[in-house]
Nanobody, 114 residues
Framework: QVQLVESGGGLVQAGGSLRLSCAASGSAFRLYTMAWYRQAPGKQRELVATITSGGSLNYADSVKGRFTISRDNAKNTVALQMNNLKPGGTAVYYC????????WGQGTQVTVSS
C-alpha cells in the first residue's frame, strides 16, 4: 500500500508563489508516473501537471510557464512550484501516483486572494 501526503498549501496573494510537496511511502516510487490535480469549488477535478518515471513533463495550458513539476526519487517526493498565482488557482491540490495501481493523496488547500 502506498500513501501520498501533500503539504505546502496555504493562503497567498495573486502574483505570489507557493511550493507544494508530496511525500510517498514505498520502495517503487521511481517507477510511478506522478501528477498534480486540482479541484476548485463547484468544479471537476482537473489535471495540472505530470512527470513520468523517465522525467517527461506535461502541463495544463492554464499553468504553462508558471508552474513547474519535479521529483526527487531519492527522497520519494514530487513537488509543484507555483509562480504568479492567479485567483483562479484557488483549489484543493491533489497528488496522484500511477503504476500498478492508482493512488491519491488527501489534498492540500491553496487559496489565492485578489
Amino acid at each position: 500500500q502506498v500513501q501520498l501526503v501533500e503539504s505546502g498549501g496555504g493562503l497567498v496573494q495573486a502574483g505570489g508563489s507557493l511550493r507544494l510537496s508530496c511525500a510517498a511511502s514505498g520502495s517503487a516510487f521511481r517507477l510511478y508516473t506522478m501528477a498534480w490535480y486540482r479541484q476548485a469549488p463547484g468544479k471537476q477535478r482537473e489535471l495540472v501537471a505530470t512527470i513520468t518515471s523517465g522525467g517527461s513533463l506535461n502541463y495544463a495550458d492554464s499553468v504553462k510557464g508558471r508552474f513547474t513539476i519535479s521529483r526527487d526519487n531519492a527522497k520519494n517526493t514530487v513537488a509543484l512550484q507555483m509562480n504568479n498565482l492567479k485567483p483562479g488557482g484557488t483549489a484543493v491540490y491533489y497528488c496522484r501516483g500511477i503504476w500498478n495501481r492508482d493512488y491519491w493523496g488527501q489534498g492540500t488547500q491553496v487559496t489565492v486572494s485578489s
